[in-house]
Nanobody
Framework: QVQLAESGGGQVQAGGSLRLSCAAS????????MGWFRQIPGKEREFVAG????????WYADSVKGRFTISGDNAGNTVYLQMGSLNPEDTAVYYC????????????????WGQGTQVTVSS
């Protein structure tokens, strides 16, 4: 079993920055790949960024590449999402996710989801 807890959400102005954190616990094998999805009303959940603990690879959605950076701590228990150059389109509930297969941008690949944290970007 894996538990994920997001934090760091909030309200920022367009052009600003925000850092999200995800504290993970539980079986390491089940959370080899971790990352972030987001969802806004009227739209389907979308992949944001991913990280593989086993090889250190990271991957991003085209919409955030160059603006967002995903990273992890040395212990392999916390994943961060540093968000910069935020715009109103980034407003969403952000979910920390964990799974087994690395490199996936599909929600189906991630078996474990956090409760989500709201990010609101004002114009």
């Amino acid at each position: 079993q894996v538990q994920l807890a997001e934090s760091g959400g909030g309200q920022v102005q367009a052009g600003g920055s925000l850092r999200l954190s995800c504290a993970a616990s539980g079986r390491t094998f089940l959370r080899n790949a971790m990352g972030w999805f987001r969802q806004i009303p009227g739209k389907e959940r979308e992949f944001v960024a991913g990280l593989s603990w086993s090889d250190g690879n990271t991957w991003y959605a085209d919409s955030v590449k160059g603006r967002f950076t995903i990273s992890g701590d040395n212990a392999g228990n916390t994943v961060y999402l540093q968000m910069g150059s935020l715009n109103p389109e980034d407003t969403a509930v952000y979910y920390c996710v964990a799974g087994v297969v690395r490199g996936s941008r599909s929600a189906n690949a991630y078996a474990f989801w956090g409760q989500g944290t709201q990010v609101t970007v004002s114009s």
